[in-house]
């Protein structure tokens, strides 16, 4: 009897459950960017220190400047890393520059625009209240206090509040290295000289750039023969990578070898053949240490597989929170039939509506080895197993592609 496939979502908590993060490692600001933080990041100093002043222009007390024109005596000056050491006085005002510290007795910023300036006196034309154009110390944070939390994938943004909290390198897990090796007697690099019956391999490219994007380290151990010995051989070269894929050879065909020959070589099993399309034949395991993900040398089912299933565990080991990818909702472009017990990822583009949801359209084709389907789609739409047929316009969840 045909054994039971397993659900998307349990073989993705299956090898969740078998991961752990690598282990930690200083990084400094300009390359971290991407990666996910390992530990809280607290401020090491109060921003800004000090008030200072948010224009340039006269700081002043407010209450000389309730009613106008006010006049007022040119005491000093304040300008951005330097300071007014005095005490600014009834009637009097200090020339300060954008980002400079406000001198004490002062409370308010008159901007320049408002003003005239005739030797030591200045005219202020506008009214001003207590704390006008003042960033008072600790507008933005203070020290002792957790900026960025452990598990945030870092951004651009959080790199600059990093800086500004004055830490210039980061806790982050080591990138994840992951190992691969395509299967397949057919199969040659892009660029070699091919054979009469041989094709281009671009499952090793294609996994590489998407483990790259995906913040782990791609390390190609190219392409086996199938043959159980030159597997294995190729197997061993992943140990001490945090992980190892293999592409191609799951299925059921005589030259599928891959599980086979490395069980012979400490591959325990934990899964195989998932209610899946594209990407029936996925298995997992562990290979000696390592936990080993076996996609389906299908190209596209290659790649959606390792998006639903390499990311997320890639983030996991990265120190993230790993799951499923993001969906959003879209209205059905055609028709769709009755779908069967496998969850459906269709290759679909997409149009936006203005003011309404985007409507997804598959392609009519789906054939797994097209790529160039792949390229082209915005989304994948997903349909749960069983779904009955749907209706153009009905609501569906979509992976966003780009
Ligand atoms: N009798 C059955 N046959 C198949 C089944 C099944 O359940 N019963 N499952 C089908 C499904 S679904 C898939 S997916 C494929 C997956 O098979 P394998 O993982 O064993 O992959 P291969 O046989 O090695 O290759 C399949 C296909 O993809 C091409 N390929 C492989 N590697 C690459 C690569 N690196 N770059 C480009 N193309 C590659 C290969 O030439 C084959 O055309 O099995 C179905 N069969
Ligand atoms: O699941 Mo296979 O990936 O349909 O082609």
């Given at each position: 009897m045909a054994q039971a496939l397993i659900p998307v979502a349990e073989a993705r908590a299956r090898i969740l459950s078998m991961l752990t993060p690598t282990e930690q490692e200083p990084v400094?600001?300009?390359?971290?960017?991407?990666?996910?933080?390992?530990?809280?990041?607290?401020?090491?100093?109060?921003?800004?220190?000090?008030?200072?002043?948010?224009?340039?222009?006269?700081?002043?007390?407010?209450?000389?400047?309730?009613?106008?024109?006010?006049?007022?005596?040119?005491?000093?000056?304040?300008?951005?890393?330097?300071?007014?050491?005095?005490?600014?006085?009834?009637?009097?005002?200090?020339?300060?520059?954008?980002?400079?510290?406000?001198?004490?007795?002062?409370?308010?910023?008159?901007?320049?625009?408002?003003?005239?300036?005739?030797?030591?006196?200045?005219?202020?034309?506008?009214?001003?209240?207590?704390?006008?154009?003042?960033?008072?110390?600790?507008?933005?944070?203070?020290?002792?206090?957790?900026?960025?939390?452990?598990?945030?994938?870092?951004?651009?943004?959080?790199?600059?509040?990093?800086?500004?909290?004055?830490?210039?390198?980061?806790?982050?897990?080591?990138?994840?290295?992951?190992?691969?090796?395509?299967?397949?007697?057919?199969?040659?690099?892009?660029?070699?000289?091919?054979?009469?019956?041989?094709?281009?391999?671009?499952?090793?490219?294609?996994?590489?750039?998407?483990?790259?994007?995906?913040?782990?380290?791609?390390?190609?151990l190219g392409i086996a023969p199938d043959r159980r010995e030159a597997i294995r051989a190729t197997a061993r070269k992943a140990i001490g990578a945090d992980m190892l894929v293999t592409l191609g050879g799951a299925s059921v065909g005589d030259h599928d070898l891959v599980q086979a020959a490395l069980a012979e070589d400490g591959l325990d099993i934990d899964f195989w053949r998932i209610a899946m399309r594209p990407g029936k034949p996925l298995m997992f395991g562990r290979y000696r240490d390592i936990p080993m993900l076996g996609l389906p040398g299908n190209p596209v089912s290659a790649q959606v597989c390792a998006l639903l299933f390499l990311v997320p565990a890639l983030t996991k080991l990265a120190g993230g929170e790993a799951n499923a990818p993001r969906t959003v909702p879209a209205r059905l472009g055609t028709p769709l039939a009755e779908n069967d017990q496998r969850e459906d990822y269709l290759r679909a583009g997409i149009d936006h509506v203005p003011g309404e949801l985007p409507v997804a359209t598959p392609f009519p084709k789906q054939d797994s080895s097209m790529l160039s389907l792949l390229s082209a789609a915005d989304c994948l739409i997903v349909r749960p197993p069983h779904a009955p047929a749907a209706e153009a316009g009905e609501m569906v969840s979509v992976i966003p592609l780009r």
């Open positions: 400094l600001l300009a390359n971290a960017v991407g990666r996910i933080l390992a530990e809280d990041v607290v401020a090491r100093r109060t921003q800004p220190p000090s008030d200072l002043s948010a224009m340039d222009g006269y700081a002043v007390r407010a209450a000389d400047v309730s009613s106008v024109p006010a006049r007022l005596r040119v005491v000093g000056e304040s300008p951005a890393g330097g300071a007014y050491d005095g005490i600014l006085g009834e009637g009097e005002a200090v020339r300060i520059f954008t980002g400079a510290p406000v001198p004490h007795g002062a409370d308010a910023i008159v901007i320049q625009e408002d003003t005239e300036r005739y030797g030591d006196i200045v005219i202020a034309r506008e009214k001003t209240v207590h704390g006008r154009n003042i960033r008072p110390a600790g507008l933005d944070f203070t020290k002792g206090t957790t900026g960025l939390a452990a598990g945030r994938k870092l951004s651009a943004a959080d790199i600059a509040f990093a800086a500004a909290m004055n830490v210039s390198s980061l806790s982050l897990h080591r990138r994840p290295r992951i190992a691969f090796f395509s299967t397949g007697d057919e199969l040659v690099r892009p660029g070699a000289p091919l054979g009469p019956n041989q094709i281009v391999s671009s499952n090793n490219d294609g996994l590489a750039a998407l483990i790259a994007e995906a913040g782990g380290v791609p390390l190609d």
